[in-house]
C-alpha cells in the first residue's frame, strides 16, 4: 500500500472512531480533498477533479480564489475575532455592499454563520413584527438541522429524531415534473399556489407570522417553480397578514443566472431573504436581509448578539466574493455559461431514457432519473452507479431529492464554457456505462 493510500486509511479509520456515524459520505469508498485551485480539486492520493458541486454550491468563485485569499490573508494579521459586541469595518462594509444588490428595500442585514441560523433568524423576526406565530414552509424544502430547521424541512430523512415544533405547516410543493395535483402546467394555472391560502384557511388560525420557501429547492433536487408561483403566493401570505421569507442559501449571489438573487426571477421582492454557503466563499457566514421597517421591530423585542456572526475573518471573505463576483463572474456570466451547461444536459436527454427530467436555471440544473419515462419511478441506484462512474473520471456531482434519484449539477460561479465541456463529456461516458445496466 502507497503512502497516499495508507493516508486515505487512516483518515477514514479517525472518522469513524471519533466522528459522528450519521454524517453523510459520498461514494462507497469515501474520498478525503486535499487541496482545490479554481474548478478543480485533488484527493490525498494526489488524483485530480473537476467540481461541479462547489461544496454543495459554497465555494462560489473557485477554490483558493485570490480576491477572497488575499482579504482572508490580510484580516488573519490583523485580528481574528470580536464578536458583534464591538463595531467592526468588515462587518459593516458588507452590510453597505450587500445593500447594492438585494431586491427592494432589503438593506439591513443580521449575520450568523449558517443558513439554519439565518432561517431561524428570519422566523424570529417574522413572529416579532407580525405579531403572530404560525409558519408555512413548503414539503421538499429543507431548512437547516436544528429543531425549527428540520421542522420546516418538509422531507422525512432529514428531520432527525421525527422533530416537531408547534405551529410549522407545509403545503404543496410546485413540483411540475411530480405534479402533487396530477395536473400539466400551464394549463393548471399553478393551483399548487391556491394551496397555501387552502392550508392557512384549514390547519392554522387564520393569521400567520410567514412563509418560507426557496426559489429552487436545494436539497428537494432543484425542484424549480413556475416563474408565476411566487408572486401568486405572496399576494396571498400578504393577506392573510404574514411575510414572505425567501430563503437563498443556494440559489443566491447570482447562480441562477441575470439577477443576483434567484427570487428575482418571480419579479417580486420579499419582506426577508436569507442567504449563507457562496457568501464567503467556504468560511461560516450567513446573512438575514429585511427592511429597516421590519429590522426596527427587534429593537424593543429584547437583547441579542452574536459570538460568531460577522466574524471580520469570514466577513472579509465576503467582501471578496463580491469584489470577484462583480469583476469576474457576474449573474449575466452565470447565465450565459449556465444556458451552454443546460444544452448539453438536453443533449444527454435526448440520448439515455435513463433522464426523466432536466430542470433548474443558470449554474444551477438538476437532473432526475427516472427507470421509465412513462411511470417516472424513481432510480436511486443508478444515480449512485452514475456517481461510482463520475468518480472513475474525475468528476465531482451532487445528488438529492426526497426519492434520491437526482443530479445536483453546480459548479462554481466561475466556470467557463470549456469546464462544461469537459463535464459534459464525463457525463456521457457515465450514463453510457449506466444506461447499459437498465
Not at 438585494?102 to 417574522?126: K, Q
Not at 393551483?191 to 429552487?216: H, N, Q, Y
Not at 419579479?267 to 450567513?286: E, F, Y
Request: charged share 20%; glycine share 10%.
Amino acid at each position: 500500500m502507497s503512502d497516499k493510500s495508507t493516508k486515505t486509511t487512516e483518515i477514514l479509520e479517525k472518522q469513524r472512531a471519533h466522528l459522528w456515524p450519521n454524517h453523510l459520505l459520498y461514494y462507497t469508498e469515501p474520498m478525503p480533498l486535499e487541496r482545490g485551485d479554481g474548478l478543480y480539486v485533488w484527493d490525498v492520493e494526489g488524483k485530480q477533479y473537476l467540481d461541479f458541486f462547489a461544496g454543495i454550491l459554497t465555494t462560489s468563485v473557485g477554490h483558493n480564489n485570490p480576491k477572497v485569499n488575499k482579504r482572508v490573508h490580510e484580516q488573519v494579521d490583523k485580528l481574528l475575532h470580536t464578536s458583534t459586541l464591538y463595531p467592526s469595518e468588515n462587518h459593516v462594509t458588507l452590510g453597505e455592499k450587500l445593500a447594492e444588490i438585494t431586491p427592494g428595500d432589503l438593506n439591513t442585514f443580521y449575520f450568523g454563520t449558517s443558513g439554519t441560523d439565518a432561517d431561524e433568524t428570519a422566523v424570529m423576526i417574522a413572529k416579532i413584527y407580525t405579531g403572530y406565530q404560525e409558519i408555512i414552509a413548503l414539503r421538499h424544502g429543507y431548512s437547516g438541522k436544528s429543531p425549527m430547521g428540520m421542522a420546516l424541512t418538509g422531507q422525512a430523512p432529514w428531520r432527525i429524531g421525527g422533530t416537531q415544533i408547534a405551529g410549522i405547516k407545509h403545503a404543496l410543493t410546485p413540483y411540475c415534473y411530480r405534479c402533487p395535483l396530477k395536473m400539466t402546467y400551464p394549463s393548471c394555472g399553478v393551483a399548487c399556489a391556491e394551496d397555501v391560502e387552502d392550508v392557512i384557511r384549514t390547519s392554522t388560525s387564520g393569521k400567520i407570522a410567514a412563509f418560507l420557501a426557496e426559489p429552487i429547492q436545494g436539497v428537494g433536487g432543484f425542484i424549480t417553480p413556475p416563474a408565476e408561483y411566487f408572486a401568486i403566493v405572496q399576494e396571498i401570505v400578504h393577506r392573510y397578514g404574514g411575510l414572505m421569507i425567501i430563503d437563498e442559501v443556494q440559489t443566491g449571489f447570482g447562480r441562477t443566472g441575470e439577477h443576483w438573487f434567484g427570487i428575482e426571477h418571480a419579479g417580486i421582492a420579499p419582506d426577508v431573504m436569507t442567504m449563507a454557503k457562496g457568501i464567503a466563499n467556504g468560511l461560516p457566514l450567513s446573512a438575514t436581509a429585511t427592511t429597516p421597517e421590519i429590522a426596527q421591530s427587534t429593537a424593543s423585542a429584547g437583547l441579542t448578539i452574536s459570538t460568531f456572526g460577522g466574524n471580520p475573518v469570514s466577513t472579509a471573505a465576503a467582501l471578496g466574493v463580491l469584489e470577484a463576483l462583480h469583476e469576474d463572474a457576474p449573474p449575466a456570466r452565470s447565465a450565459d455559461v449556465g444556458a451552454h451547461l443546460r444544452a448539453g444536459l438536453e443533449r444527454l436527454s435526448e440520448k439515455y431514457p435513463l433522464i426523466g427530467d432536466v430542470r433548474g436555471r443558470g449554474l444551477m440544473q438538476g437532473v432526475e432519473l427516472v427507470l421509465d419515462r412513462e411511470t417516472k419511478e424513481p432510480a436511486p441506484k443508478q444515480v449512485a452507479a452514475i456517481f461510482e462512474a463520475t468518480r472513475s473520471l474525475g468528476l465531482l456531482i451532487g445528488k438529492g431529492g426526497l426519492y434520491g434519484n437526482t443530479l445536483r449539477i453546480a459548479p462554481p460561479l466561475t466556470a467557463t464554457k470549456e469546464h462544461v465541456d469537459e463535464a459534459i463529456e464525463k457525463l456521457d461516458v457515465a450514463f453510457a456505462r449506466v444506461q447499459e445496466t437498465v
